[in-house]
């Protein structure tokens, strides 16, 4: 499975941008797919999910309000809506997934099992 993720890039404070994450290789049925980021010198933090059958979407708490995850599981494609960005948003965003044996999905990094090779996004005050 290779998840390639799509749309970073440089925005000014309080402008919006959509990633997109692409999925290919042997069958895909993740049980979820989702983001993590990484911004400089920092751990890299849960965004949010969302599982592939029932389209349920979770988030961690910062990104609630102001950030839309949604699959299109016909085209294996997972994208992340991100409005009124912010300075603090600026991070290499991750394109993850969990494989459907796990049955489950959490904040965890561990739980996801495939990572795309991140994307990034920069927001200037």
């Known amino acids: 499975v290779q998840l390639q993720a799509s749309g970073g890039g440089f925005v000014?404070?309080?402008?919006?941008?959509?990633?997109?994450?692409?999925?290919?290789?042997?069958?895909?049925?993740?049980?979820a797919m989702g983001w993590f980021r990484q911004a400089p010198g920092k751990e890299r933090k849960?965004?949010?999910?969302?599982?592939?059958?029932?389209?349920?979407?979770?988030?961690?708490?910062?990104e609630k309000g102001r950030f839309t995850i949604s699959r299109d599981n016909a085209k294996n494609m997972v994208s992340l809506q991100m409005n009124n960005l912010a300075p603090e948003d600026t991070a290499t965003?991750?394109?993850?997934?969990?494989?459907?044996?796990?049955g489950r999905a959490t904040m965890a990094e561990a739980d996801y099992d495939y990572w795309g090779q991140g994307t990034l996004v920069t927001v200037s005050s």
């Open 93 to 102: 965003y991750y394109c993850v997934a969990v494989d459907r044996s796990r």
């Open 46 to 62: 849960f965004v949010a999910a969302i599982t592939w059958s029932s389209g349920s979407p979770y988030y961690a708490d910062a």
């Open 12 to 31: 000014q404070s309080g402008e919006s941008l959509r990633l997109s994450c692409a999925a290919s290789g042997r069958t895909f049925s993740p049980y």
